[in-house]
């Protein structure tokens, strides 16, 4: 998979504003369909802000959604409508759940030990075209890394290696009326076994690693929330700040999401 889409010529440009960015950091694991639903939902939430339709939060307009996914594998737009009903039902087997997504890329894994984190942000606040939003992904989860000891780079294919052919992390977003929603997936002491029964992204000669590979030790997502939320801070030069979901939505939409 080329990724010429996510290279980014533009000078770095300052935000137009320094409001911080708030981040939830969801307990637990998640099942896939219900974080598709939260970020649904924040997606409409950061859009009613910018039309001026809610005025009354308190919580930061944009907001990072940190978090680990039940075992899921799923395909994004390149391939969406493709997969095979017998592929389907083979992955479905092994235990794990399986999506069709609208994010970009190909097939993947996501499930306990990968640190997921969803951006919900207008880009237009960033100055950011959104192939100068993935670059600015990719060095986000290249910084992180490098707090670990880790060499990461972006190569001529999507995602974050180590190297020319091992993958640390996955990134598909998708933008709706400038907002951004799905993101990251930075392995972190995921069992990379679940790797096997894909091609991941569509790259069969390519491999998988992780942070605790990597280091020779194990290194859980919670350990890792908190350098990442600092590269996040230094690539989008703005400050997170934790926030309650009960402060981000309302009590209806909490219920409907069982959270």
Request: proline residues 4%; hydrophobic residues 35%.
């Amino acid at each position: 998979m080329n990724r010429l889409y996510s290279t980014c010529s533009n000078g770095v440009l300052k935000p137009l504003n320094q409001n911080p960015i708030g981040y939830l950091s969801l307990p637990g694991l998640v099942k896939y369909d219900k974080a598709l639903q939260l970020q649904s939902a924040l997606v409409a939430r950061r859009h009613h802000i910018t039309q001026g339709l809610l005025t009354t939060t308190t919580a930061p307009a944009d907001i990072i959604c940190f978090l680990e996914h039940t075992p899921t594998f799923t395909a994004g737009r390149r391939i969406r409508g493709k997969t095979e009903i017998e592929e389907e039902a083979r992955l479905r087997k092994l235990g794990a759940d399986y999506f069709e997504t609208m994010r970009g890329g190909q097939i993947t894994f996501h499930g306990p030990g990968q640190l997921i984190a969803y951006p919900i942000l207008d880009i237009r606040d960033y100055q950011l075209n959104v192939r100068c939003y993935v670059s600015r992904l990719e060095k986000t989860i290249i910084d992180c890394c490098g707090k670990y000891g880790i060499k990461a780079n972006t190569t001529e294919n999507t995602g974050v290696w180590v190297g020319e052919n091992d993958k640390i992390a996955a990134l598909g977003v998708h933008l709706q009326r400038y907002v951004s929603s799905h993101g990251l997936a930075l392995n972190c002491n995921v069992d990379l076994s679940w790797f096997e029964h894909i091609v991941p992204c569509g790259l069969s000669e390519k491999k998988v690693t992780s942070i605790s590979k990597e280091t020779h030790q194990d290194i859980n997502p919670t350990q890792v929330i908190p350098n990442l939320v600092e590269s996040f801070e230094t690539l989008f030069e703005k400050k997170l700040v934790s926030v309650n979901i009960k402060d981000v939505l309302p009590e209806k939409t909490r219920i409907e999401l069982d959270l």
